[in-house]
């Protein structure tokens, strides 16, 4: 019920607007392909994460970007990002997770937002990314290699409001959410998120910046729900993204809380751009995770070639220490604009 009454407000919102619409909007179609190996399971996977993640799964989807201006000036944008992906899961998470069908289409909502555009700062209301780390900097919907926040650090996406500003010298937002991810699920659970940063990357070549958030959230991975628990943390985050001449580098420092004891971790992304217009990248990923009293090492390396506007080859080697496992894995994506 709560959902359809967001939906309804986003809807009645974005009707009232529609007298301001600008001739021009934005539209893509995206299609991706996704396959690989798991030498630990000995066969064939269809997904770059976790199964049970959003990231990344064979899919068609779209990009809808929609502005609303008076007086030669944006007041407010409506941006909604959606695809139909493919589910491929095995029997234990079948059996565990109460789904019937081994492989089933699923919807997942990226962006679903109202962003307001006031002289202050801005405003959204929706399905947007918490103001958190370093994955609310970047739109890593498409990458194979990712951030903290798919270790259980924040969420990539979630239900809430959010204030933003950027400045002379760097940026700031501030998000309250839902703490349930991808799909909207109210049982007293809340995150609240904030990050101060420094630089203008564009400008500076570099920005860092501070994270806090706390809340309740449940206890989901992707649209699924793991259990009915809530999860309180407290987690503090420091990020940094450095350009320099072709080479790039992102890093991200976690501390906090959750219910189980402290957790820690650190991830380091350096990539290289190579050929004409960068179109070849070459990247690597070491990240140190500390949960339970238990440490994990991941390391992955990726490879991203961009074929021509539309298409993209990516492929990723991920090795995993505490399921002792390696992994293969391809992409073939596409996102090309539609001129209707």
Not at 33 to 54: A, D, K
Not at 70 to 83: E, G, P, Y
Not at 189 to 194: D, F, G, I, K, T
Request: net charge positive.
């Amino acid at each position: 019920m709560c959902k359809r009454r967001l939906f309804l407000a986003l809807w009645l919102v974005a009707c009232s607007l529609a007298p301001l619409a600008a001739a021009d909007f934005l539209l893509f179609f995206e299609a991706q392909g996704i396959g690989g190996y798991s030498f630990r399971l000995g066969e064939g996977i269809f997904h770059s994460q976790n199964e049970l993640e959003t990231m990344q799964k064979s899919s068609l989807g779209f990009d809808y970007v929609q502005r609303f201006s008076i007086a030669k000036r944006d007041v407010a944008v409506l941006s909604v990002q959606a695809r139909l992906a493919l589910d491929i899961l095995s029997e234990q998470s079948r059996l565990t997770y109460g789904v019937a069908k081994k492989t089933a289409p699923v919807l997942q909502i990226y962006n679903a937002f109202l962003k307001f555009k006031f002289r202050p700062f801005d405003a959204w209301i929706g399905h947007n990314r918490p103001h958190f780390g370093l994955a609310s900097q970047f739109d890593q919907h498409a990458h194979l290699l990712q951030p903290l926040v798919m270790s259980g650090f924040s969420f990539d996406r979630d239900w809430g409001v959010g204030l933003e500003r950027d400045t002379a010298s760097g940026d700031f937002g501030i998000s309250l959410t839902s703490g349930s991810g991808m799909s909207l699920r109210l049982r007293r659970n809340w995150l609240l998120a904030a990050r101060l940063a420094e630089g203008i990357l564009e400008r500076d070549n570099f920005n860092i910046g501070l994270s806090f958030g706390f809340g309740k959230v449940l206890d989901v991975m992707g649209n699924y729900l793991l259990s009915d628990t809530l999860v309180p943390i407290r987690m503090a985050e420091l990020d940094m993204t450095w350009l320099y001449d072709n080479w790039e580098n992102r890093l991200e420092i976690a501390l906090g809380d959750r219910i189980l004891g402290p957790v820690a971790a650190v991830l380091w992304r350096v990539g290289l751009n190579l050929l004409r217009e960068n179109r070849l990248k070459l990247e690597v990923q070491p990240a140190l995770l500390v949960d339970k009293g238990r440490r994990n090492l991941n390391f992955s390396a990726g490879l991203t070639f961009l074929a021509n506007a539309d298409w993209t080859l990516r492929a990723m080697y991920l090795y995993d220490r505490r399921f002792r496992d390696s992994q293969l894995v391809f992409q073939i994506y596409f996102y090309k604009g539609l001129a209707i």
